[in-house]
Antibody
């Protein structure tokens, strides 16, 4: 069964850091680009960051550039999102999602169940 | 900036057909593929339509997608509505390498 499982969400104070993880199983990670998408309370889905699995090329939404870093661990079929300088407006459920090819995903065919990040003082 | 505009909410009765629109704010929506995602309360999103009108395996054929270039819109049509179709639906496309989601439509089946 193809599966993505996120972890690492927590309550953190503004200015703090968190590292989210996404472990994949049931498919060849090398064959798929990966992304992070979030949904803030009462809002819609927002693309956060994407990664081309083979080349390692990355991109970010403007609001997180310079604060968030997407990375991968091929050996462990894992995707990460290092989040620094967190803001209240980063509060959301964060989903990792798989692209249909190894390129940086432009759409998503498999989603994880999400992990909750709450930034509050 | 390119945006995808969806109605905030729609409602329809079980057994009926509903169509959710997704209008591109600029350019041609037909230039890049449109996807549709369903998100039930408390659950993760799932893909119900990809590449304008393709259904992933496991998605019933009650779900269909289309593009109307004249109105610069994509549409998701759900026929024979069931109570389990009640969810938020998001269209999604891209401009260059930038992924764009619509604001989402809450479908109520009552």
């Amino acid at each position: 069964e193809v599966q993505l499982v996120e972890s690492g969400g927590s309550v953190v104070r503004p200015g703090g850091s968190l590292r989210l993880s996404c472990e994949g199983s049931g498919f060849m990670f090398d064959d798929h680009g990966m992304t992070w998408v979030r949904r803030a309370p009462g809002k819609g889905l927002e693309w956060v960051s994407g990664l081309n699995w083979k080349s390692g090329n990355t991109d970010y939404v403007d609001s997180v550039k310079g604060r968030f870093t997407i990375s991968r661990d091929n050996a462990n079929n894992s995707l990460y999102l290092q989040m620094n300088s967190l803001r209240v407006e980063d509060t959301a459920v964060y989903y990792c999602a798989r692209g249909p090819t190894s390129a940086r995903p432009l759409w998503f065919d498999v989603w994880g169940q999400g992990t909750t990040v709450t930034v509050s003082s | 900036n390119f945006m995808l505009i969806q109605p905030h909410s729609v409602s329809e009765s079980p057994g009926k057909t509903v169509t959710i629109s997704c209008t591109g704010s600029s350019g041609s929506i037909a230039s890049n593929f449109v996807q549709w995602y369903q998100q039930r309360p408390g659950s993760a999103p799932t893909t119900v339509i990809y590449e304008d009108n393709q259904r992933p395996s496991g998605v019933p054929d009650r779900f269909s997608g289309s593009i109307d270039s004249s109105s610069n819109s994509a549409s998701l049509t759900i026929s024979d509505l069931k109570t389990e179709d009640e969810a938020d639906y998001f269209c999604q496309s891209y401009v260059g390498s930038t992924v764009v989601f619509g604001g989402g439509t809450k479908l109520t089946v009552l």
